[in-house]
């Protein structure tokens, strides 16, 4: 590719856009799904593979600049600054999958609706998200929480077979837990602290159908809803992974007029297993209350986003996540106060997702993603253009409802909010932090990469 007459010698050789302030896509490049927050660095290298990854990575370190990685944007930490060199990865869209080793092999720039449509052509399936415009590779480095089977097969993370990255001191390298173990054990949890991942290679599962999707309630229900949800999770199987919903649609252009303002409470369900069993399992949540509408049915894998129906258009929204020991009935009242019907509806969603089962149990090779979580929850409130900025941060009350004693977080659950490295450290026990310093130490001493949800080396 040709280049413009400023562009450093040094960023000559790379293939991809290599884009400056004021240069045209810019600012599309830079882009972010929830626009919280916006980046502005120095220059972005819009790669093209791994070589122009190096090439960007030994500019910014020859430079003394930082390095900033965004794929598609969906998880967003902190705001890019005008000195760092920021690395856009979806044009790595290398796909392969192996049918007889049940793997697949994906570049950094692929997305969880590719390998799952892939996957399913053989018979296969991923440990994907709800959205399939989430990247593969951000995902699986925070542990990746599938809902369709995660508490049967446990975290994203813990099925990665091999990881390409380049390190700071600008090196290609192929990291498996026997070449080397603290490098592997730190990126499997520790997100993007480490270097730029350029390619991972993660098991797939013989999964075709599944016994899934929503039951919908008025919010009027939501206590008994609620109340049935913690009685089922109470006595709920592994090979079913849940959360419920409270959504309170907001009064934006894309909603229809007739559901701005309400309150609905989705229930999502995914068995794993025939479906006689999956409906009995959740026949005591359909006759709980009154359904609206009703998709749980069996499904091809290829279906699963349907579960969901994750938005698909960037946005503006505050995000507040905590863990729980449990749905304890103060949990509960905490929701039903502050979210339910006689809120007072500032808050847009609050999703809770049981996690246990198989997200409990460690895996084959050690990562740094905690067991010790029941579920998770988070509190999101979309921002209306020109809102007053008292208004926007609803979600914190109830958060600090739910919050333990002892704070813990999760590495999968983590916000803009979350970007101190007290609030960091609350995602890991002592020792997985400690290891996690030392590695940051070893691999990458100066702090390159600190844009993120930052471990920082050891003084």
Do not use: C
């Not at 884009?19 to 830079?30: M, S």
């Not at 060199?85 to 392969?96: C, F």
């Not at 079913?240 to 989705?266: C, H, N, Q, W």
């Not at 960037?314 to 304890?328: I, K, N, Q, R, W």
């Amino acid at each position: 590719m040709s280049h413009p007459a400023h562009i450093p010698s040094a960023l000559a050789a790379v293939r991809g856009p290599v884009l400056f302030p004021g240069d045209d896509g810019f600012a599309d490049e830079a882009a972010v799904f929830n626009t919280t927050v916006a980046h502005h660095p120095y220059v972005i290298v819009a790669a093209t593979d791994a070589a122009d990854v190096r090439s960007a990575v030994r500019f910014a370190r020859e430079e003394k600049r930082s390095v900033a990685v965004l794929n598609t944007g969906h998880g967003p930490s902190l705001s890019v600054p005008s000195e760092a060199v920021m690395i856009t990865t979806r044009r790595m869209t290398g796909l392969k999958i192996d049918r007889e080793q049940r793997t697949a092999r994906v570049e950094a720039g692929v997305t969880w609706g590719q390998v799952v449509e892939e996957a399913a052509k053989v018979g296969l399936a991923p440990l994907a998200g709800s959205s399939p415009q989430v990247g593969v590779v951000g995902y699986t480095l925070g542990g990746g929480v599938s809902i369709t089977l995660g508490r049967a097969f446990g975290y994203a993370a813990d099925h990665v077979r091999a990881i390409d990255i380049v390190t700071p001191d600008s090196e290609i390298r192929t990291v498996t837990a026997d070449s080397a173990p603290d490098l592997f054990f730190a990126l499997l949890g520790g997100k993007g602290n480490f270097g730029v991942v350029t390619a991972i290679e993660f098991s797939l599962f013989p999964v075709t159908e599944l016994y899934a999707g929503s039951l919908q309630f008025s919010g009027e229900n939501a206590r008994e809803v609620l109340e049935a949800y913690r009685t089922l999770t109470a006595h709920a199987p592994d090979n079913l992974t849940s959360s419920v919903v409270f959504l309170r649609a907001p009064d934006l252009p894309f909603v229809p007029e007739s559901m701005r303002g309400k309150l609905s409470i989705f229930v999502r369900f995914s068995h794993l297993g025939p479906a006689a069993e999956g409906e009995t399992l959740i026949a005591p949540m359909r006759a709980v209350a009154p359904v609206l509408a009703d998709t749980v049915t069996t499904m091809p894998v290829s279906r699963i986003a349907t579960i969901a129906n994750d938005p698909t258009d960037p946005g503006t929204a505050v995000e507040h996540f905590v863990t729980l020991d449990e749905l304890s009935p103060s949990a509960v009242e905490a929701v039903i106060e502050l979210a339910g019907p006689d809120s007072d509806g500032r808050i847009t969603l609050v999703n809770l997702t049981q996690l246990g089962g198989a997200f409990g149990r460690p895996p084959e090779h050690p990562n740094a993603v905690r067991r010790d979580v029941a579920f998770a929850a988070f509190a999101l409130t979309a921002v209306p253009p020109g809102a007053p900025a008292l208004d926007r941060d609803p979600g914190l009350e109830l958060a600090g409802r739910l919050t333990r004693l002892d704070g813990r977080k999760h590495p999968s659950y983590l916000s803009p909010a979350d970007t101190s490295v007290e609030s960091v450290r609350l995602a890991y026990d002592e020792p997985t932090y400690e290891r996690l310093r030392a590695a940051k130490t070893r691999w990458d001493p100066q702090n390159m990469f600190r844009w993120n949800h930052n471990i920082p080396p050891q003084a």
